[in-house]
C-alpha cells in the first residue's frame, strides 16, 4: 500500500505563497501519477493538478493554472505543489493523491491513493 504523507500548509495572506510537499512512501511504477485534490468545507472534491513522475505534461484547474505548479524529487519520492498569488478562495483541505497512470488519476472513481489532507487558509 502506498503511503501519503502531506506537509506545508498553513495560513497566509491573499497574494502570498506556499508549497505544499508529499512525501510516498514508495513509488512502484516509473509511470505514477501523482497530484492534488482539494475541498472546502461545504464543497465537493476538486482536481487541483496532476502530473507524471516522468514529468511532462500537467494537468491543472482552470481556477490554478498559472498560479499553481506541480513538480517532484524523484529521488525524495515528493511531489509539491508550489502555489503563489493565492486568494481566499483557495482556502481548502489539499490532498496529495497518487494512481497508477494520469488517465486513472483522472477517471471515473478517482485516484486510489490518498493523504491525509493539510488545510490551506487565504486570509487577510
Known amino acids: 500500500q502506498v503511503q501519503l504523507v502531506e506537509s506545508g500548509g498553513g495560513l497566509v495572506h491573499p497574494g502570498g505563497s506556499l508549497r505544499l510537499s508529499c512525501a510516498a512512501s514508495?513509488?512502484?511504477?516509473?509511470?505514477?501519477?501523482m497530484g492534488w485534490f482539494r475541498q472546502a468545507p461545504g464543497k465537493e472534491r476538486e482536481f487541483v493538478a496532476a502530473?507524471?513522475?516522468?514529468?511532462?505534461?500537467?494537468n491543472y484547474a482552470d481556477s490554478v493554472n498559472g498560479r499553481f505548479t506541480i513538480s517532484r524529487d524523484n529521488a525524495k519520492n515528493t511531489v509539491y505543489l508550489q502555489m503563489n498569488s493565492l486568494k481566499p478562495e483557495d482556502t481548502a483541505v489539499y490532498y496529495c493523491?497518487?494512481?497508477?497512470?494520469?488517465?486513472?488519476?483522472?477517471?471515473?472513481?478517482?485516484?486510489?491513493?490518498w493523504g491525509q489532507g493539510t488545510q490551506v487558509t487565504v486570509s487577510s
Open positions: 493523491a497518487a494512481d497508477r497512470t494520469i488517465s486513472q488519476f483522472m477517471g471515473i472513481g478517482g485516484p486510489d491513493y
Open positions: 514508495r513509488r512502484t511504477f516509473s509511470t505514477y501519477a
Open positions: 502530473m507524471r513522475w516522468s514529468g511532462g505534461n500537467t
